[in-house]
């Protein structure tokens, strides 16, 4: 569809170590979003990004940061994963033609 | 507090009978609304959507409804199939407001049973 992966699918990790969790995009966006999803909250926005090294925190940005060294990778970190981080992670860009968002496949972290 | 509210968490529906689903909002500058679907192990999909200058639009057998005096909205699937169970995520935005990030409720979990 637009051209956005995400890496990788699935990732299991140890309480305590830092994780990095990739967005690639083909079609120049300039903005971008981590969301998580959550069983009872839905989509909550983490980070978002809105050109080349400008980000800015969402509603849940607590142990998280973010990178974005080019227009087309959108990095977002967990500095020591807890296992309230389990969870599975959306990245998604926006079009401007309709507000609306395309959505990566996920990644599901699981923290033990 | 959620600026975006779906309310009922899930639905089930038959097969050919229409499914409703609704949204409320609490942010009157709201002025662009989304439909997004999602099924299991895969990313959220955008659906429909609608302006707040309309009260109506309609995609094949998606009608998204705006009522902004109300400040609700809904889906209606006419007629529904099994293929439509998923979680169905509304979102709301506004011109000039948060870079225009999407604000999103909770879901709600259509079951189409056959």
């Known amino acids: 569809d637009a051209g956005i992966t995400q890496s990788p699918r699935h990732k299991v990790t140890e309480t305590g170590t830092p994780v990095t969790l990739r967005c690639h995009q083909t079609?120049?966006?300039?903005?971008m979003y981590w969301y998580r999803q959550d069983p009872g909250h839905g989509l909550r926005l983490i980070h978002y990004?809105?050109?080349?090294?400008?980000?800015d925190k969402g509603e849940v940005s607590d142990g998280y940061s973010v990178s974005r060294s080019k227009t087309e990778d959108f990095l977002l970190t967990l500095e020591s994963a807890t296992s309230s981080q389990t969870s599975v992670y959306f990245c998604?860009?926006?079009?401007?033609?309709?507000?609306?968002?395309?959505f990566g496949s996920g990644t599901r972290l699981t923290v033990v | 507090d959620q600026q975006v509210k779906q309310n009922s968490p899930s639905l089930s529906v038959q097969e050919g009978r229409i499914s409703i689903l609704n949204c409320d909002y609490t942010?009157?500058?709201?002025?662009?609304f989304l439909w997004y679907k999602k099924y299991p192990a895969e990313g959220p999909t955008f659906l429909i959507s609608?302006?707040?200058?309309?009260d109506k639009n309609e995609d094949g057998r998606f009608t998204v409804f705006l009522n902004k005096s109300a400040k609700h909205l809904s889906l209606h699937i006419v007629p529904s199939q099994p293929g439509d169970s998923a979680v169905y995520f509304c979102a709301a935005t506004y011109y000039g407001g948060s870079q225009g990030n999407l604000i999103f409720g909770k879901g709600t979990k259509l079951s189409v049973k056959p």
């Open positions: 990004s809105y050109g080349v090294k400008d980000t």
């Open positions: 998604a860009i926006k079009r401007t033609e309709n507000y609306g968002y395309t």
């Open positions: 942010n009157s500058m709201f002025d662009y």
């Open positions: 609608i302006s707040s200058i309309k």
């Open positions: 079609e120049n966006h300039r903005y």
